[in-house]
Structure formats: structure tokens, C-alpha cells
């Protein structure tokens, strides 16, 4: 059985933290794993696809997973063989894509600046919809499609990400990682859609077979994705009413939040249910429903496990200061440092079967000679752990990570059926030394 940690750590009998069915302690000790390494668990990825699809019922749908999220082969394979598709930002992440088995017309490729070869590469591949972020972009994927010769008998699919143009704020989530609202980057402005629209119809190398948008991560509440996706379908039927009759699918974006311990969210098939309650009211239900989850799919089946280095304990006019060092920093997970995101941190090991214990309050940081190299505090055994765990990292973890510091990168442990199936080796800092070393000039 697929073994998570949810809200909490699972733990067994000996208070021994438990993913996938494992005692990382155990792992750790046996040298089985490294230390910073990143673990997930496949099973319980694949579980929750499996919940998510489910929550489509009967309806046509796509599950495109954001592959930004987690690049892992393993992580896309896992998802692919559940029948979800893949939502990619770059040239790399379709190549990824295509490798670990997810077909072409299950890929739809996002982004605001796609290079002409990524833009061919999208073309030849076959893939369901270029996200078409800017109206000048539609002019680029004629122009690549002319040079392509598609022109004949086939057409490059797009499909139009409108920007909603949402207040931020209302979201409730970071303004660096809201992307509905006006003043964004991503997505075409609504007043801007009349234009898109007359481009299209004068590009026979074009055609239009979607619209979708995408308001942000991170979005802890139903409410504000239901009022997006009302809008994304009613601008749906006007432009059916204006005489576009090949749209095949509506996309209302991913940002399904998750739960990193302040208190409970709703569950992806929540987003799912209120989206095709939209869709039936605003009578395109003929269409196919996609959403493009990343964060929810894999972010709390992944942790990152630390060593504890040693403890600082000072005090300053009179006040107790004491500090946790451990070996993972802000170049192994940067989200604290960019976001001030907060991941709970917890000892692999306790006393007992629950994580009762004498606590005392522990400012966790790494190493990395920056200040915000800060995980914040937290109430950890007043006798320190040797290791430590930071939770719900399987997402925007490794795939930000970076060698800082001349620092390696970490480790990635996969776990499927209760054992390690494979194991991501970084390169060593000597590895580094010599590739800096050897730049000639």
C-alpha cells in the first residue's frame, strides 16, 4: 500500500518516519541513502492520479501534468501510465515528456518566449496544442508552420491562454506566483482577443482547437478557480458564436493548492467538480475539460532528507537563541528563500510511536552563506535528531535546485512496492571543482 505523509509523518511502532512503507531512517543508517537527498514515493503519485481522473466521473477530460513540478523520468512515467498527459514550458521538458511514454496529443506546450526550434520541435512532435501566450506568437507559429511546409493539408493546433485578469491578492496566494492578473506576463488580455481571433481567421497555417488560462499556484480556496473557470467558459461560447467551430477542448490551468501544514485544502477533484459544474451551466460541455496540475500531484509524496550538523546556542540580551544546522540549503530548496514558503521539518526518529516529545524551538538553516538560507522555526526534540526530514517537497524542489557555493546538487530516491527502484546520483563537489577549474581564459 501506497504510504504517504499526508498531514503528518507516518510512523511506525518505533517512531521511525515512514515513505513509502520505509523507515528513511533505516536508509539513512545503511547507507542506502545520502545525505541531502530528495525521497518520493511512486506509489502514492500514482494513487493520486488515479483519485484525480476519478473525480471526472464519465466527462472527457485531460489531466496534463505540469512537468515543472518534477522532471524525474520516473515521476512522468508514473503519471503517463495512469493516463495523464503533460503540460511543458520548455524544448527540454517536451523532450521528457515524449520519452517517458506520453503521447503527443496528450501534450500541450505553455510559455511566453518559445524559441523558433522549440516551436518546430512542437510542430513535428504532433502534440495536441501550442498555448498560444501573446497575440505577435500567433504570427511566429504561422510563420514556423509555413516554413515547415504544414501548410499542406495539415495544421499547426494552437489553443489561446487568456489572462482573466484577477486581483491577485483575492487569490490568496504569492504574488510571485499569481499569473491571472493584469499586469502578468503570461496569457492574452481579454480586450486583446477580438485581434487574436482575426489573425487566426487570416492564417490558413493555423488552427485554433482550444482556449484555457491559468491564474496561478497555489490556490488554497474553490471559489476564486470556479469564478475563472465561468469566465473562461463564457468567452468559450462567444467565440463559437463568432464562428469558431473547431474548439475541442477548455483548459482551466492547474494551481491546486496543498496542504504544507497551516490547516486543511480542498482536494484536487474539488477544483475538478466545480469546473464541470461551470462548464454543464455555460452549455460547452461537448468540449473536453483540461486542468494542468503539478504541485498537487507530487509535492507531498516527496520529502527531503538533511544531517543534522551541528547546534548553535547563544544568548543575547538575555534571550535564548539557538539554531539547527543541517546540511540541505537554499540551493537544495530554494521555495523559503523565494517564496518564504514554509515546509514543516521533522525528526526521522522520535521516542515513541507519535512525535511527542520534549520540544524546543529550532531555527533551521543550511549551510549556504546567504541569510535567507532560513526553513524558519520549528519545534524539534530539545536533545537534537541526527537527521531530519522537510515535508511536501516532491514539487519545485530539485528541479529549482542549483550548486551554489560550489555545493553538489542533491540526490533523488525513488520508492516503489516498499524498496528503492533507483537512485539519482548527483555529481560530487570534486566534480565541480573540476569543471570550474578547467575553463580555460
Known amino acids: 500500500m501506497a504510504e504517504a505523509f499526508g498531514n503528518s509523518p507516518r510512523r511506525d511502532s518505533n517512531g521511525r518516519a515512514l515513505l513509502g512503507g520505509l523507515a528513511l531512517s533505516d536508509l539513512v543508517r545503511s547507507g542506502s541513502i545520502r545525505t541531502p537527498s530528495y525521497v518520493y514515493d511512486l506509489d502514492a503519485i500514482a494513487a493520486g492520479a488515479r483519485e484525480l481522473r476519478e473525480a471526472f466521473g464519465n466527462e472527457s477530460h485531460l489531466v496534463a501534468y505540469a512537468v515543472k513540478a518534477n522532471t524525474a523520468g520516473p515521476v512522468v512515467r508514473a503519471l503517463a501510465a495512469q493516463g495523464c498527459g503533460a503540460d511543458v514550458v520548455s524544448g527540454a521538458e517536451l523532450s521528457v515528456a515524449l520519452a517517458c511514454g506520453v503521447p503527443p496529443l496528450s501534450i500541450v506546450y505553455n510559455g511566453v518566449a518559445k524559441r523558433d526550434d522549440e516551436i518546430d520541435k512542437a510542430l513535428g512532435a504532433g502534440i495536441l496544442s501550442i498555448q498560444i501566450e501573446s497575440v505577435e506568437e500567433i504570427v511566429r507559429v504561422a510563420a514556423r508552420a509555413r516554413a515547415l511546409s504544414l501548410g499542406r493539408g495539415a495544421r499547426a493546433r494552437i489553443s489561446l491562454r487568456i489572462n482573466p485578469a484577477l486581483d491577485f491578492e483575492a487569490l490568496e496566494t504569492h504574488a510571485n506566483i499569481a499569473t491571472g492578473h493584469d499586469a502578468a506576463k503570461f496569457g492574452i488580455a481579454q480586450d486583446d482577443l477580438p485581434r487574436a481571433l482575426e489573425i487566426i481567421k487570416a492564417s490558413p497555417e493555423v488552427e485554433l482547437v482550444g482556449l484555457g488560462h491559468h491564474i496561478g499556484s497555489q490556490i488554497p480556496s474553490v471559489p476564486a478557480y470556479r469564478t475563472a473557470a465561468r469566465t473562461l467558459f463564457s468567452l468559450g461560447v462567444a467565440v463559437r458564436a463568432g464562428g469558431v467551430s473547431t474548439l475541442r477542448f477548455l483548459d482551466t490551468g ?153 555545493r553538489a546538487l542533491p540526490d533523488e530516491v525513488f520508492l516503489r512496492g516498499g524498496q528503492i527502484v533507483t537512485i539519482n546520483r548527483a555529481k560530487s563537489q570534486d566534480d565541480w571543482v573540476q569543471e570550474r577549474v578547467a575553463i580555460q581564459g
Open 254 to 406: 492547474g494551481g491546486f493548492g496543498i496542504d504544507y501544514g497551516a490547516g486543511a485544502v480542498p482536494k484536487p477533484g474539488d477544483y475538478v467538480r466545480a469546473a464541470l459544474e461551470e462548464r454543464k451551466a455555460a452549455e460547452v460541455d461537448d468540449t473536453m475539460l483540461m486542468v494542468e496540475p503539478g504541485r498537487s500531484m507530487v509535492a507531498a509524496h516527496g520529502v527531503l532528507v538533511s544531517r543534522v550538523v551541528q547546534t548553535k546556542v547563544s544568548t543575547v540580551r538575555g534571550t535564548a537563541r539557538r539554531w539547527l544546522m543541517i546540511d540541505a540549503g537554499m540551493n537544495d530548496l530554494i521555495r523559503p528563500a523565494l517564496y518564504q514558503a514554509r515546509h514543516r521539518v521533522v525528526p526521522l526518529e522520535t521516542n515513541g510511536a507519535s512525535a511527542d516529545f520534549t520540544a524546543t524551538l529550532w531555527r533551521v538553516v543550511g549551510p549556504v552563506c546567504e541569510s535567507s538560507d532560513d526553513f524558519g522555526v520549528h519545534a524539534l526534540p530539545d536533545s537534537p535528531p541526527e537527521h531530519v526530514a522537510l515535508l511536501d517537497a516532491g514539487a519545485y524542489g530539485y528541479v529549482m535546485s542549483n550548486q551554489y557555493n560550489g
